[in-house]
């Protein structure tokens, strides 16, 4: 009898322990899922403020014109005819344009040498019109940007780029007041532009020595002449409309084919953030549906489990009900113990999300030198929360039901 009491003793505790193992691993299972869930769009967030740091002061209803080879003959002039942009052309389309907040102009030339002192930089020069500012928004880190004085007046000054302004001041401090050389002419510094954005139009902001469009084409010999128009939409109006009425208007003026896509060059901003904004929109999605899929296969395994426990405690479980439980307290048993274990496992996921986020979000700010927020928003983990609530819940109805079937008589039985 002693013997008895020792092997039932034994064979109880290696039940417990087999218990809490695959408690153990069930709520692992949850804890991954709702970790991967939450790390996944954590991590999409702050990818995409990345992204957004980098195309941040740019106008994303913008668009772009630039001349080029005809493709096809028309009235009398043949194909391949070059055609040539001017100032005239932006007052035009200034005039015959009204759904376009900003027409402006630029102009470029690569490979040029800023020189002070003894430092050189191989730089990129553009002319500008002042309000060239609403197209790409400079970030200034001393002085002002181009004016409308300094484009009448036919001013020698200029705006620096970061990596211009670093290389011929290496010591640093304001540089507004000095003189740079480019090339043969000399240009007198009135502001630092420290804008660093990804997005490049004729030559990167931060290698660039920006000087009003009027002094560009006296210096270099360009008359009139306008590398790129730059046009900005009115809100609640497609910069696609406004090229489209842009291309008929140069065409005219310009006697080329409207129909000849080659003539013209054409990039639309406005497209290029609108396939971003669908690509995140999309990466979203999908991180629900992995982090969603995720879950429930660990709800299915919290059910597995439970129906395991369900099996071996079938005598505990007849006891209770020949004392008196009722199918209702088993049933609250059952789902509670499921929606308690799958609720502490996503929890510790939770939080060990946001401690992994954090340390992401530090590293990467660290190194750009500016915040980056890699955190799930309140309301995304509360959400991640009650649907790992409810994924419990129905984890726990097919054992609860399965221990409300036990009759008192068949635990007697099989024990």
């Not at 090229?243 to 901003?269: I, Y």
């Amino acid at each position: 009898m002693i013997r008895f009491d020792i092997d039932r003793i034994h064979e109880i505790r290696q039940t417990i322990l087999r218990n809490r193992s695959r408690s153990l691993l069930t709520g692992f299972g949850v804890f991954w899922g709702i970790f991967m869930l939450l790390f996944l769009m954590g991590g999409g967030q702050g990818v995409k403020a990345l992204l957004q740091q980098e195309l941040q002061g740019f106008a994303t209803n913008s668009g772009f014109i630039v001349p080029s080879q005809t493709s096809r003959p028309f009235k009398g002039f043949k194909r391949g005819r070059t055609w040539k942009m001017t100032r005239r052309d932006i007052e035009i389309l200034r005039n015959r344009l009204p759904e376009a907040a900003i027409v402006t102009g630029q102009l470029s030339r690569w490979g040029m040498n800023a020189v002070r002192g003894g430092q050189t930089y191989s730089a990129t020069a553009k002319g500008v019109y002042p309000d060239y500012v609403h197209v790409e928004m400079p970030k200034l880190k001393y002085g002002r940007y181009i004016n409308a004085v300094d484009l009448e007046q036919e001013r020698k000054v200029c705006v620096l780029g970061k990596r211009v302004y670093e290389s011929l001041f290496p010591e640093g401090g304001d540089p507004c007041g000095q003189l740079v050389q480019l090339q043969d002419s000399y240009f007198r510094v009135v502001g630092v532009d420290y804008g660093t954005g990804a997005i490049s139009i004729n030559g990167s902001s931060d290698r660039a020595v920006v000087m009003p469009v009027t002094v560009m084409q006296k210096l270099y010999n360009r008359g009139d002449e306008i590398d790129m128009i730059c046009m900005t939409a009115r809100s609640g109006v497609k910069i696609k409309t406004i090229m489209n009425k842009a291309r008929g208007v140069l065409s005219r003026e310009h006697a080329f084919d409207p129909e000849d896509k080659v003539a013209m060059f054409e990039l639309n901003a406005e497209e290029m953030f609108g396939i971003v904004d669908n690509l995140f929109r999309g990466l979203n999605i999908l991180i629900w549906l992995i982090g969603f899929g995720t879950l429930l296969a660990a709800a299915i395994g919290v059910s597995n489990i439970m129906m395991v426990s369900v099996k071996e405690r079938t005598t505990e479980i007849g006891i209770r009900r020949a004392i008196g439980a009722t199918p209702k307290m088993i049933l609250s048993q059952i789902m509670s113990e499921s929606v308690i274990l799958t609720v502490a496992a996503g929890m510790f996921g939770i939080m060990f999300s946001v401690m992994v986020l954090s340390a992401t979000e530090t590293v990467v700010s660290a190194q750009s030198g500016t915040a980056i927020g890699f955190q799930v928003s309140f309301g995304a983990a509360v959400l991640a929360l009650g649907i790992l609530m409810v994924l419990g819940l129905l984890a726990g109805l097919a054992p609860a039901y399965r221990a409300m079937a036990i009759r008192p008589v068949d635990a007697m039985r099989d024990e």
